[in-house]
C-alpha cells in the first residue's frame, strides 16, 4: 500500500528518505546500510494483486463449459492493467537486492511471487558464486520502529508453499 510504503522508508531512513512522484505508485529513495555495504533503497508499492489468475478464453463461457471440464482447464496470469507490471520493471532494473514487505499472511504472500515474477528478470544477476540471496522477505506485525526495524535485521525468504495455496 502507498501509505505502509512510505511510512515503512520512513522508519528504515530515519526520515531522510525522499518521495519521487511515480505513476503508478511514488517510490521513496533513501542512502542507508545492506548486508554491511553501502545500499541506495528505493521504496514503492503495490495495491493489490499485480496479476490475476483466469481460465483460458474457450472456457469463459459459462453456459457452455461443463463444470466439470474447469478441473482440468488451463489457467493464464494476466496484468491487472494499472501499469504496474511496468513500474515494478522499471524500478527493478539493475537492483541487486529484493527485499519484500507485503502482508504476513497468504495472501500477502502470494503478492510476493506475483511481484518475483515480474521484477526478477530485469534485476542484476547474482554474483560470484551464484548462491548469494537476493530475495528476502520482512516479516512484521506492526508498523512501529521497534518491530520495522528488527524485521529489516531478521529477513527471512518468502514462502511459496504459503502462495501456492492462495
Not at 533513501?30 to 495495491?47: E, L, M, N, W
Not at 482440468?72 to 504496474?84: D, I, L, P, S, T
Not at 495472501?107 to 515480474?118: H, K, Q, R, S
Not at 548469494?132 to 512484521?140: I, M
Request: hydrophobic share 35%; with cysteine.
Amino acid at each position: 500500500k502507498p501509505s505502509l510504503a512510505a511510512s515503512l522508508s520512513n522508519l528504515l531512513s530515519n526520515n531522510s528518505a525522499v518521495e519521487r512522484p511515480c505513476r503508478p505508485t511514488a517510490v521513496h529513495e533513501y542512502v542507508g546500510t545492506f548486508r554491511g555495504q553501502d545500499a541506495k533503497f528505493k521504496f514503492t508499492s503495490v495495491t493489490g494483486h499485480v496479476l490475476s489468475l483466469d481460465f483460458k478464453a474457450e472456457y469463459n463461457n459459462w453456459d457452455a463449459v461443463a463444470p466439470l471440464e474447469l478441473f482440468k482447464a488451463g489457467v493464464e496470469k494476466k496484468e491487472n492493467g494499472r501499469g504496474m507490471c511496468r513500474h515494478l520493471q522499471q524500478e527493478a532494473k539493475g537492483c541487486d537486492y529484493v527485499v519484500l514487505w507485503l502482508d504476513c499472511d497468504r495472501e500477502g504472500e502470494n503478492i510476493c511471487f506475483e511481484v518475483l515474477d515480474e521484477i526478477t528478470p530485469v534485476m542484476n544477476k547474482q554474483r560470484g558464486s551464484g548462491k548469494e540471496q537476493t530475495v528476502f522477505r520482512a516479516f512484521f506485525s506492526a508498523i512501529t520502529e521497534k518491530d520495522v526495524k528488527n524485521a529489516m535485521r531478521t529477513l527471512g525468504k518468502p514462502n511459496l508453499n504459503e502462495s501456492l495455496s492462495v
